[in-house]
């Protein structure tokens, strides 16, 4: 019996690893060196981009407008809050975005002075329009400092992009 539980334990405890490391898929977020503002990752666009996915990853490669139009769906195990992000410069060279901000930022002298970039309020949604019953899928997240987010007059105008950028035919 001793034997058998030194083989066994051994493959389940692999197994159970294997499964625990499919489920924390990794998000690699690339955005263009400089950029703060809005990001939206647009899903299920059939005139998007496939996403770059492995077996443990999926890498979000942001266009300077801040908009990734992907024809890939959305991840159904999106962990918020965790992923890496990363601005890269035009030679490809990456600069970790190491600051996240889960929660509101206070108005504060200290955050107007901080001038660490970071991502700010990620979340997932769905938008629709009444004469469409196409539901869109995307994620949201800011990058950029403390005191760009609290000079900004509003978030960008997602629903205005959708109607002049329609994901799910004409409107």
Known sequence: MRAVTQVVLPVA?????LFCISCVEREIHNIPAGY???VFIIHNAPD???LERTLFSTTYNIPENGILRSSSPMRERTILGHG????????GEKEAITAYWPSSIQDTPENRA???????FRRTGTRGFASDPCQVEYQQYYVGTKEYLLDREQTYP???YLLEHPVCGER
């Open 13 to 17: 405890l692999t197994g159970v690893s």
């Open 36 to 38: 703060m503002g809005d």
């Open 48 to 50: 998007g981009i496939p």
């Open 84 to 91: 890496d992000f990363f601005y890269v410069d035009e030679n």
């Open 114 to 120: 901080g001038k660490t970039v970071g991502v700010w």
């Open 158 to 160: 997602l629903h205005e």
